[in-house]
């Protein structure tokens, strides 16, 4: 082909040739990463949450005067929310999945233990599990006679009394193998303080309130403690009528006390859809990057293919006198694109594996995987050849008689 | 000769309207990008109290007991009731103040409107002259207040606005959570970013529309709201707090002077010695002191995302101006034959340079104003954003100067390089080929 030609064309151009390769290889630079943290946006949106969330309504209540026996009143909201059409489980609950605030506490699998081997979050709420739709793996739920009263459990820890703080639990499958990895962890006992507590049953998959760590955004564990904070959880029967039940549950209860406030009151997807919304709009405003960078990028190619064309014009004439065809002038144009985007795109992957190295060492990114490479080589060289069909057709068309005139 | 060279590059700018049009967008595209993410990055990092930060210091104590202990370690970031209140009693900085956030029910007079909760700062008399808040009407509480469980209150202007119309409520009373509150002071516009005192509200919340005495509201067992880390025993009891070996309020110092600093973070030390002797405290002796824009930058409070976005930008900026350096080349090359008649009618290269330069110029600025329409639009979507910080993202003086600063100073680099290879150009030769 046409190669050695070319080289020694562009020999004699090197500052443009060295600027196209310069923004070639900057732009398959940033747009691999780039690319490569929105992909990583991308799955921690659709992380599994491990609960039945189309069918999950979270409401949060206050009280406006001072409270007085918080127990019976929860007992007595719950009641009358199993009574609501429509609603399938109910729970009085301390936190909930994406709920932003959490209760968390470290695990031990010795008391001597020095420090605890890792930090889980713990639930609370009677009949929580089948509310959340959590599915059980292995072992048992949690039974109605094992729960204790928040208030009780307290005071008992203060006291170091172990009657009457929790003895069973019921861990995520992610918690029990990073625990005891390729064991069964039923019957095997961890440390929330100096009593021993049993694993009785493992759910496939139950998410944190707050994530600080994808890696362990599943470590939680369901303790036997029934609480009255006023925050509920209610699972409907089908998808459909949730926004009715939401509403129908308010009234309900605002009906039983007036004397309170709604603080929040969410449909479980936009729960998720709100956690989510930073990762959402880094990942729109990356891809928008993305987009006006290979935009310019081209931009670029077009304006200095367009400068080399005028510039060679006469050149083009003699060899189209020669005898070249048309098609050997575009030819010509593409392959010169080729090489020099060739060459941006090698230079480009070492530079996108070392910004990738930064932002490991600086934004706990992992590692570019090598997939990434030839995707972003093809996209560079399918938009330099874009770029440049226009100016080498405009070259193309060159007529062979250019050559004879004198400029 | 600046004018006829702007007159000339004005000129030759209209002659190639389709490259000239690429220059500016790619200038404009780079800065408005930049300039977007640098300005949420400058209003994110800013200085929450300009003038009072730099006397403004946060000490940290380990009141923890030897469990999990690692030497060196940060201690916690919040401190316990009742080192809180030594510290407090001790009175030895110029201004001290101990709080946690919480959230009170509003019962308002009017029929009209319904209950509601209001974001709380439960806090000592100092808190209002150290953070020199703005009063509207009034003032804050005092010292006494304090020591009396008063029953008083702070309202910000909002509250204010929404309970008695922006008229002066010094002197009325305020209903929450049943009990009655007597207003001493409403507060003028004040949201400090980032919300510094207390960095567990979120790092850019707005401040809190009710201020009242720490003691009255521990008295009344009012919400609480915040972080609590707790170890041994402790835990989940809100009722009794003061006892529990957990850490859940702030403290924050006013320090006037260097000496100040040095003798507050020896107090330190020797109330932590103190308190080991005493049995309160198992650790080895583990104190810091730092100063308010260091306390920031301890807690992170700059979101990740920002900095890389700010990054993201630089590197696009970069590439426009790759593209620019290449299409102004290509321009100036193009014009060889013109530039060797000017050579050889006298010009010098260096007047022929600067003349190519007030090009680059010319095309700097009007990428600047393009950039600059940009980022405002830019701005406007961050704002549409649902970040705490969003509402945040302005221009101000500062960053429009800078965006043209950036626009021309990048474009005149880029300029630096096509203008000096078209001054290379001999005039024999063009004039020659012509």
């Known amino acids: 082909m046409d190669i050695l030609p070319i080289l020694s064309t562009l020999r004699r151009h090197k500052i443009t040739a060295f600027l196209v390769i310069l923004e070639i ?36 209540l206050a009280n406006i005067g001072a409270t007085s026996d918080g127990k019976a009143r929860t007992q007595e909201d719950l009641a009358a929310l199993r009574q609501i059409p429509g609603v399938a489980e109910v729970a009085s609950v301390n936190q909930v999945p994406f709920g932003g605030s959490s209760w968390n506490t470290g695990i031990k699998l010795d008391p001597k233990q020095h420090t605890s081997t890792l930090n889980a979050t713990t639930y609370y709420g009677e009949n929580l599990v089948r509310t959340l739709g959590a599915q059980l793996v292995a072992g048992r739920d949690l039974l109605p006679d094992e729960y204790m009263d928040f208030d009780d459990v307290v005071r008992a820890a203060a006291a170091k009394d172990n009657r009457m703080t929790p003895h069973v639990v019921v861990i995520t499958q992610k918690l029990a193998e990073r625990l005891w990895p390729g064991q069964s962890a039923l019957g095997k006992q961890i440390y929330l303080s ?66 309170r406030v709604v603080l929040k009151k969410h449909i479980f997807d936009d729960m998720r859809h709100n956690y989510f919304q930073d990762d959402r709009a880094m990942a729109g405003l990356l891809a928008g990057v993305c987009v006006a960078l290979l935009v310019v990028t081209a931009l670029g190619i077009v304006g200095l293919g367009s400068f080399w064309v005028a510039q060679r014009r006469k050149q083009i004439g003699v060899r189209r006198a020669l005898g070249a065809t048309r098609r050997n002038i575009l030819h010509y144009f593409q392959t010169e694109n ?65 050559a004879t005139r004198s400029v | 000769m600046f004018g006829y060279y ?64 690692e030497p060196d370690r940060e201690p916690p970031r919040q401190v316990t009731w009742i080192d809180g209140m030594n510290l407090l009693h001790a009175r030895r900085a110029d201004h001290q103040a101990l709080m946690t ?27 209002f002259p150290m953070f020199q808040t703005p ?20 309202i910000s202007r909002s509250l204010n606005d929404k309970l008695f119309g922006g008229k002066d409520s010094t002197g009325q009373t305020l209903r929450m959570k049943d009990t009655a509150f007597s207003i001493v002071g409403v507060l003028d516009e004040w949201r400090p970013n980032p919300h510094f005192y207390d960095v567990n509200m979120g790092n850019y919340a707005s401040s809190e529309d009710v201020f009242l ?77 730092s100063g308010l824009m260091e306390w920031l930058d301890i807690n992170k409070v700059v979101p990740g995302d920002v900095r890389l976005q700010a990054w993201l930008a630089l590197g696009f900026l970069l590439v426009c101006l790759v593209n620019t350096v290449g299409l102004m080349l290509a321009k100036f090359l193009r014009r060889a034959g013109e530039l060797g008649v000017r050579r050889a009618l006298g010009a010098s290269r260096r007047e022929v340079f600067a003349q190519l330069l ?28 649902p970040s705490d910080y969003a509402a945040l993202a302005h221009l101000d003086m500062t960053m429009l100067l800078a965006t043209f600063l950036l626009a021309v100073g990048s474009t005149l680099l880029a300029g630096l390089l096509p203008a000096w290879r078209a001054c290379q150009i001999t005039p024999a030769l063009q004039l020659k080929s012509q």
């Open chain 1, 25 to 60: 290889a900057l732009t398959c630079a940033i747009v691999c990463n780039a690319v490569f943290i929105i992909s990583q946006r991308l799955d921690r949106m659709a992380m599994p949450s491990g609960v039945d969330e189309h069918r999950l309504l979270h409401a949060m």
């Open chain 1, 194 to 259: 100096d009593d021993p507590v049993n694993v009785v049953g493992v759910v496939k998959e139950l998410v944190r309130p707050s994530i600080w760590d994808d890696a362990t955004a599943s470590y939680s564990m369901v303790l036997p403690i029934r609480v009255s904070q006023g925050e509920y959880l209610l699972r409907t029967a089908s998808p459909q009528d949730r926004e009715r039940v939401l509403a129908a549950a308010l009234d309900k209860l605002k009906q039983i006390n007036p004397h």
């Open chain 1, 338 to 402: 080729f090489l020099l985007a060739t060459i941006g795109i090698a230079l480009g992957m070492l530079l996108a594996y070392g910004i990738n190295l930064l932002l490991m060492a600086h934004y706990e990114l992992p590692r570019l995987p090598a997939s990434y490479f030839p995707v972003g080589a093809l996209l560079l060289w399918l938009i330099g050849q874009l770029a440049v069909l226009g100016p080498a057709l405009r070259a193309a068309a060159v007529p062979p008689v250019v």
């Open chain 2, 6 to 69: 702007l007159d000339l590059a004005l000129r030759s700018l209209k002659r190639n309207k389709m490259l000239t049009a690429l220059m500016v967008l790619a200038i404009a595209l780079g800065i408005g990008a930049s300039m977007t993410t640098l300005t949420v990055l400058h209003v994110l990092s800013g200085d929450p109290l300009p003038g009072a930060s730099a006397t403004l210091f946060y000490p940290q104590l380990d009141p923890q007991d030897m469990d999990g202990y």
């Open chain 2, 101 to 127: 956030g919480g959230a009170v029910p509003v019962q308002p007079a009017q029929s009209g409107l319904d209950p509601f909760y209001s974001d709380a700062r439960y806090t000592s008399s100092d808190f």
């Open chain 2, 135 to 154: 009063f509207l009407y009034g003032h804050g509480w005092s010292a006494a207040d304090d020591e009396g469980k008063a029953r008083v209150v702070v």
């Open chain 2, 213 to 289: 005495p720490l003691a009255t509201a521990r008295q009344l067992q009012l919400d609480r709201n915040g972080s609590m880390d707790c170890w041994g025993n402790g835990g989940g009891d809100e009722s009794n707090l003061e006892n529990a070996p957990c850490v859940w309020l702030q403290f924050w110092v006013q320090l006037d002077s260097p000496a100040k600093v040095a003798d507050y973070k020896a107090f330190l030390a020797n109330y932590s010695r103190e308190q080991k002797a005493l049995g309160r405290f198992q650790r080895p002796v583990n104190v810091r002191l």
């Open chain 2, 358 to 385: 007030v090009e680059s110029g010319v095309v700097g600025l009007a990428g600047g104003v393009c950039g600059l329409l940009l980022a405002f639009g830019g701005l406007w979507l961050v704002r549409r954003q």
